[in-house]
């Protein structure tokens, strides 16, 4: 059988770029090319194995960001290299301050204990007995977009600038059931979790929040977590800066009042115009950026291109996002893929015909409680130049007219 009527979809896909009128020279469809495994003379393939890996063609990789000790250290997604919502395992950011601990889970205990009626500890096999939730969730370190409180350079790409954020299937308890099944005494309004890395970090969660929403997670896309994401279990606090969400989990203490860690006082504050710094800064806020095409990238000629990119919110639902080409001067309403779900990456897409001339794109998202990301300058104007965390400005890429992509502010 001639291969090219196993291709049916083909000539209606002629139709349709025809019908788009995009102008490019990919109308113009070349016959099929023939395969890599045509040239090859049909030899077999590779066969069957126990744990998968991507092909050797594939080479996006997380990015180390400049620290001094990699015990300390952050790696950042590659947002402009992905599809679709969820962040690969193996692609997920990292961020830890005393390295990755290895921790056999069937050593590993959680204990919950302080104002409770009874102290508990729990091993890895209760927790699983426990019934489960499975959710999708952004974690985004506060300090993503840092580089957004200094003026632009362009050549910051979106994984320089954003990829401190990932998106993730997260399965495990509902921190309430822990807490029903331990008793929590009237007098408790928050809790103390504590990691088991060499820095023991430790945050403060106010209570109301540890019994809305908050997972004891142990599943991330379908599998266990991996080390770098707190094996064998991690606190998941929805929409809230990543800092708050314990890797490791090995304590959770149910107190009185925060507990002024050093993660909640000299660090994850926002220092203000005035000197005042601001504490528990918890929810982040609407954000989004354009992945392709974005810093760094190179369109290959003027015609169709399609403009995609990353929107999320702390606070819920991505309600609408805009994109502009002009700098901001004028924006359209791009596509949302479904489902559009709370505190998770959703990507929206616009298709544009690029004209050749320089554009700068832009995007802005707004969530479902209206909240919608400011320019840079009016976020300065507010929170001035002081605080490291918590930048949701705008992000623009300017499109010149050889294509090339760069990091712009606007
Ligand atoms: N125990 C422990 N939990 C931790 C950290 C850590 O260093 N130790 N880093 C925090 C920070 S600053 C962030 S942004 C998130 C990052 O989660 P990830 O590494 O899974 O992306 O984990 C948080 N939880
Ligand atoms: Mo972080």
């Known amino acids: 059988m001639p291969l090219r009527d196993t291709f049916p979809a083909r000539r209606s896909r002629r139709g349709f770029l025809k019908a788009a009128a995009l102008g490019s020279a990919a109308v113009a469809l070349p016959p099929l090319p023939v395969s890599g495994q045509e040239r090859a003379g049909r030899t077999l393939g590779a066969g069957v194995s126990g744990y998968g890996r991507r092909s050797r063609f594939e080479v996006a990789t997380r990015r180390v960001r400049g620290v001094r000790y990699e015990q300390a250290a952050g790696s950042l997604t590659p947002l402009q290299d992905?599809?679709?919502?969820?962040?690969?395992?193996?692609?997920?950011?990292?961020?830890?301050?005393?390295?990755?601990?290895?921790?056999?889970?069937?050593?590993?205990?959680?204990?919950?204990?302080?104002?409770?009626?009874?102290?508990?500890?729990?091993?890895?096999?209760?927790?699983?007995?426990?019934?489960?939730?499975?959710?999708?969730?952004?974690?985004?370190?506060?300090?993503?977009?840092?580089?957004?409180?200094?003026?632009?350079?362009?050549?910051?790409?979106?994984?320089g600038a954003f990829g401190m954020t990932s998106c993730s299937e997260w399965t495990g308890a509902?921190?309430?059931?822990?807490?029903?099944?331990?008793?929590?005494?009237?007098?408790?309004?928050?809790?103390?979790?504590?990691g088991a890395d060499a820095c023991r970090m430790t945050r403060s969660v106010p209570l109301d929040k540890a019994l809305d929403d908050v997972l004891v997670a142990y599943g991330q896309n379908g599998e266990a977590l991996r080390p770098a994401q707190g094996y064998p279990v991690r606190l998941l606090i929805p929409g809230w800066e990543g800092n708050i969400s314990i890797k490791w989990l090995r304590r959770i203490q149910l107190v009185d009042r925060a507990w002024q860690t050093r993660e909640e006082t000299s660090k994850y504050t926002d220092l203000m115009p005035n000197g005042e710094a601001r504490q528990f800064t918890f929810v982040m806020d609407a954000k989004s950026v354009i992945t392709r095409p974005s810093g760094g990238q190179r369109l290959d000629g003027p015609g169709f291109h399609q403009i995609s990119g990353?929107?999320?919110?702390?606070?819920?639902?991505?309600?609408?996002?805009?994109?502009?080409?002009?700098?901001?001067?004028?924006?359209?309403?791009?596509?949302?893929?479904?489902?559009?779900?709370?505190?998770?990456?959703?990507?929206?897409?616009?298709?544009?015909?690029?004209?050749?001339?320089?554009?700068?794109?832009?995007?802005?998202?707004?969530?479902?409680?209206?909240?919608?990301?400011?320019?840079?300058?009016a976020l300065i104007a507010v929170r001035g130049t002081r605080s490291s965390y918590h930048n949701n400005a705008l992000q623009g890429w300017r499109v010149r007219s050889d294509g090339r992509v760069e990091n712009v502010d606007v």
């Open 82 to 159: 992905l599809d679709g919502a969820i962040t690969p395992s193996a692609l997920h950011f990292e961020r830890h301050h005393a390295g990755i601990p290895d921790i056999d889970p069937a050593e590993h205990r959680v204990a919950v204990d302080g104002l409770v009626d009874r102290p508990l500890v729990f091993t890895m096999a209760e927790l699983r007995r426990l019934p489960a939730v499975t959710r999708v969730y952004f974690i985004e370190c506060s300090g993503n977009g840092r580089v957004k409180w200094s003026p632009a350079r362009p050549d910051t790409d979106a994984q």
């Open 174 to 194: 509902p921190l309430s059931a822990l807490l029903r099944e331990a008793g929590v005494r009237d007098e408790a309004r928050w809790l103390v979790a504590e």
């Open 310 to 377: 990353l929107a999320w919110s702390g606070r819920g639902k991505v309600r609408r996002v805009e994109v502009s080409t002009d700098g901001g001067a004028s924006w359209t309403e791009a596509r949302l893929q479904d489902p559009v779900l709370p505190l998770a990456h959703t990507r929206f897409r616009l298709d544009w015909r690029w004209d050749g001339s320089p554009a700068t794109l832009v995007s802005r998202c707004i969530d479902e409680t209206g909240d919608r990301q400011p320019t840079r300058d």
